[in-house]
């Protein structure tokens, strides 16, 4: 297991931008298996978007095409960022890591074994 530590977020009009960040103090994430997922009051937590060693990318239908998942600062951050948000985007966000390659449904949170410690994102209307 590696321990993620979050930073970002905040709150931000309908059709704004943020952009969350993850990192492990001394690993380079860059070998795992690594994602997003966000969980609103109430609901179960689902996986949004997913980065492998490949740097293959999955995202979930609600999020494509308005939020990108990137490894910078030479594979050191895990970067979520997220433009055109919508009050449904709403929830505490984690990022989450799996040391093993997962070769399908990694966006399913059973497969990931470290957690963050979760950023609230909150968009208004």
């Known amino acids: 297991q590696v321990h993620l530590v979050e930073s970002g977020g905040g709150s931000v009009q309908s059709g704004g931008s943020l952009s969350l960040s993850c990192e492990a103090s001394g690993v380079t994430l860059s070998r795992y298996t690594l994602a997003w997922f966000r969980q609103a009051p109430g609901e179960e937590r689902v996986g949004i978007a997913a980065l492998t060693e490949i740097e293959t990318t999955t995202y979930a239908n609600s999020v494509k095409g308005r939020f990108t998942i990137s490894l910078l600062n030479a594979g050191k951050t895990l970067s979520l960022q997220m433009n055109g948000l919508k009050p449904e985007d709403t929830a505490i966000y984690y990022c989450?890591?799996?040391?093993?390659?997962?070769?399908?449904?990694?966006?399913?949170?059973?497969?990931?074994?470290?957690w963050g410690q979760g950023a609230q994102v909150t968009v208004s209307s």
């Open positions: 989450a890591a799996a040391e093993d390659y997962i070769p399908r449904g990694r966006l399913n949170p059973s497969v990931y074994t470290s």
